[in-house]
T-cell receptor, first 112, second 113 residues
Framework: KQEVTQIPAALSVPEGENLVLNCSFT??????LQWFRQDPGKGLTSLLL?????REQTSGRLNASLDKSSGRSTLYIAASQPGDSATYLC???????????FGTGTRLTVIP | DTAVSQTPKYLVTQMGNDKSIKCEQN?????MYWYKQDSKKFLKIMFS???????INETVPNRFSPKSPDKAHLNLHINSLELGDSAVYFC????????????FGQGTRLTVV
């Protein structure tokens, strides 16, 4: 059964720093991996979808990488801003189905 | 325009009551889902519907029943609510193609008292 882990569980950085969030998964037979952002009391906002055939995907200050063979993905945030403060979740599709397995999330705080 | 919308946003009810949460998507997706986020913020799939057919049910109690009148709507009915049902419930949608992005609603915070 797929298990998705995110480390660290929480992270505080000063504004302007570059940072990396980590996601690992146990079953490498995935079609894609999706990164989400969740603000307190809000829904999930899709940030990036990286296909299994891709190694990287970029959107603005965000860059996601995927290494299927090692079961890892990273989300790189450049020049962090206070508005980046949120919980970041990674998710992979269940094998043979469409629903997602979610990681436990990383709660990011960017200090002004 | 909201892509996936669910109502209500907050729902407070007493134990034993029956309640429904509605969800609509305007993305033209053919698959819709309900996820539950527990007090530890862990998200877990409850149901998914594709073309009005239930294709996944992750050991959810039969007090929970999804109902899809058409492919743009997937409502969640909960009978005989229990304290442990308190959680945030998220609706989502995607295409059946496994390489497509999933989009989520803003969540419904259910509190059973």
């Amino acid at each position: 059964k797929q298990e998705v882990t995110q480390i660290p569980a929480a992270l505080s950085v000063p504004e302007g720093e570059n940072l990396v969030l980590n996601c690992s998964f146990t079953d490498s037979a995935i079609y894609n991996l999706q990164w989400f952002r969740q603000d307190p009391g809000k829904g999930l906002t899709s940030l990036l979808l990286i296909q299994s055939s891709q190694r990287e995907q970029t959107s603005g200050r965000l860059n996601a990488s995927l290494d299927k063979s090692s079961g890892r993905s990273t989300l790189y945030i450049a020049a962090s801003q206070p508005g980046d403060s949120a919980t970041y979740l990674c998710a992979v599709p269940q094998t043979g189905a469409n629903n997602l397995f979610f990681g436990t999330g990383t709660r990011l705080t960017v200090i002004p | 325009d909201t892509a996936v919308s669910q109502t209500p946003k907050y729902l407070v009810t007493q134990m034993g009551n029956d309640k429904s949460i509605k969800c609509e998507q305007n993305l033209g997706h053919d698959t819709m889902y309900w996820y539950k986020q527990d007090s530890k913020k862990f998200l877990k799939i409850m149901f998914s519907y594709n073309n009005k057919e239930l294709i996944i049910n992750e050991t959810v109690p039969n007090r929970f029943s999804p109902k899809s009148p058409d492919k743009a709507h997937l409502n969640l009915h909960i009978n005989s609510l229990e304290l442990g049902d308190s959680a945030v419930y998220f609706c989502a949608s995607s295409d059946r193609d496994q390489n497509t992005e999933a989009f989520f609603g803003q969540g419904t915070r259910l509190t059973v008292v």
